[in-house]
């Protein structure tokens, strides 16, 4: 079982940053891939970017490549979102997501793919 716990979002103008941190318990985080969606009202749950257990091997939407960067401190049990450039459509409860794996380079990018989430953390960018 693990139990993941976003934090950092909040309000920012057009051009920020933020950056969001997910804290999971358990002894194997370092062998979940990790991703994180977004979800923006009416519309259906995305895919932002993805990270593999090693850290090695990362995916990012094209809607937010060269601006996001995803990393993880497996000593922390925590994975990062960085958000640079930030647009009003970046709107949107950010949820992140675990799934166990044996694969150091393995991510994935389907929603059910992953067996645990978070409750998610609201970012808003204002115009």
């Known amino acids: 079982q693990v139990q993941l716990v976003e934090s950092g979002g909040g309000l920012v103008q057009a051009g920020g940053s933020l950056r969001l941190s997910c804290a999971a318990s358990?002894?194997?985080?370092?062998?979940?891939?990790m991703g994180w969606f977004r979800q923006a009202p009416g519309k259906e749950r995305e895919v932002v970017c993805a990270i593999s257990w090693s850290g090695g091997i990362t995916y990012y939407a094209d809607s937010v490549k060269g601006r996001f960067t995803i990393y993880r401190d497996n000593t922390k049990n925590t994975v990062y979102l960085q958000m640079n450039s930030l647009k009003p459509e970046d709107t949107a409860v950010y949820y992140c997501?675990?799934?166990?794996?044996?694969?150091?380079?393995?991510?994935?990018?389907?929603?059910?793919?992953?067996?645990?989430w978070g409750q998610g953390t609201q970012v808003t960018v204002s115009s």
């Open positions: 358990g002894r194997t985080f370092s062998r979940y891939a």
């Open positions: 997501a675990a799934r166990y794996t044996s694969g150091s380079g393995t991510y994935y990018r389907g929603h059910s793919e992953y067996d645990y």
